[in-house]
C-alpha cells in the first residue's frame, strides 16, 4: 500500500513537486474529529495543515440538523458546524487543503510521507488520522437522491423529524435494532425489514424489538427503490424467497447495514480491528510512534459528534506533548 522512499522513488512519486513540502502536522480528515485536532494543534503554534479528503466536513456535513450538540439549543445544521469548526480552526492558523491523501508510508521511520490525489508529496512529523466511517449503502436506486429527505443513517440525528410517522428500518443486526428501539419515541409504526428470516442482533436487543408494540418485521425481503417526489414516498420491496414484489407507502427509510471504516490506505501499517478500525490507546496512539487517530476511524461504538470532538481533542493534545518530548 505504501510506496518507498528512496531517492530514486521518491522523485519519480513527488510529480510536479521538486521537494516535498515538509510539516509538523498533517491532519488526514475534516470532519469533527480532524477539525477538532486543527483547532488545538494550530492554537498550540503547530501550524497543521489539514486534507479535507473527498467528503469535506464528513458525515455530519450530509446532517440535515444536529440538536444534540452541545451548545447550541436550537437546531444547527450539519454544514453550518463544520462550517463553524473549519472558520475556528483557520483563525488559529490551521491551512486546509481539498485534497485527498492516497498513499502514506509510517512504516520506514520519521518524518513520513504521505501522497495525494493530485501528486503532491508531503513529509509530516506526526500525523493524526480522522479519515472518518461511512454508513455501508443499500446501493439501490433513489437512496443517494432522498438522503436526508426521508432517507437516513443515524436514528440520533433524525429521528424527532419522523414524529407520528410510519418508517422502515433496513437490516438485521444490533444497529438496527437498538436505532429501530430509539424511533419508537418518535415514530408510530417502524417495520424492520430483514434479507433474512434470522436477525443476526443478540439476545438482549431482539427480545426488547419483538415486546415492543410499535415495532414488527418484514422477513426474507429487501428493498429495491426508494420512491419519492420531493421527500420520500415509498419502497419497492422484493421477497427473496417467493420473489414477490410489491410497493409500499412509507415516510422515512433508516438503513442500517453496518459501516465501514475509512481506513483500507493503513492496511498492513497500522494495527486495526477485524472489521477495520484502527486500535488506539488512552492518548490516541496508534502502533506508529508519531501516528494518532480520532473519531470513527477508530471509534465502533459511540459514532457521535461530541465523542469525534472530544478524541480529535485529545490526539492533538498527545500528538503535541509528543512533539515536544522530541
Ligand atoms: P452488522 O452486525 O454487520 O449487521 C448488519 C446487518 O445488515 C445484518 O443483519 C446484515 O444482514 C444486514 N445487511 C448487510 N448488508 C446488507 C445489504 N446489502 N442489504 C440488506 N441487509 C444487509 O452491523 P451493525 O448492526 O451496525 O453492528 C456492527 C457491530 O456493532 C456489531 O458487532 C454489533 O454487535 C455492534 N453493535 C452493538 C450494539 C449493542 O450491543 N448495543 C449496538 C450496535 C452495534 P445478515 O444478517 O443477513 O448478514
Known sequence: ?????????????????????????IIIGSGPAGLTAAIYTARARMNPLVFAGDTPGGQVSLTNEIENYPGFPEPLGGTELVERMTAQAERFGARIEYDTVTEVDFVHGRPFTLKTATGAVYK???????????????????????????????????????????VIVVGGGDSALEEALFLTKFASQIEIVHRRDKLRAGAALRERAFANEKISFIWDTVVDEIVGDEVVKSVKLRNVKTGETR???????????????????????LEMDERGYLITDKLMRTNIEGVFAAGEAQDPIFRQVATSVGQGCAAAMSCERWLSEQ
Do not use: N, W
Not at 522523485?11 to 510539516?23: C, M, R, S, V, Y
Not at 409500499?248 to 475509512?262: L, Q, R, S, T
Open 247 to 269: 410497493d409500499y407507502p412509507v415516510d422515512g427509510v433508516f438503513i442500517f447495514i453496518g459501516h465501514e471504516p475509512a481506513t483500507a490506505l493503513y492496511k498492513g501499517q
Open 124 to 166: 509530516a512529523e506526526a500525523v493524526i488520522i480522522a479519515s472518518g466511517a461511512s454508513p455501508r449503502k443499500l446501493q439501490v436506486p433513489g437512496e443517494a437522491e432522498f438522503t436526508g429527505r426521508g432517507v437516513s443513517y443515524c436514528a440520533t440525528c433524525d429521528g424527532y423529524f419522523f414524529r407520528d410517522k410510519h
Open 1 to 25: 500500500m505504501f510506496f518507498v522512499t528512496s531517492d530514486s522513488d521518491e522523485k519519480e512519486a513527488t510529480g510536479p513537486q521538486d521537494t516535498p513540502q515538509h510539516e509538523k502536522v
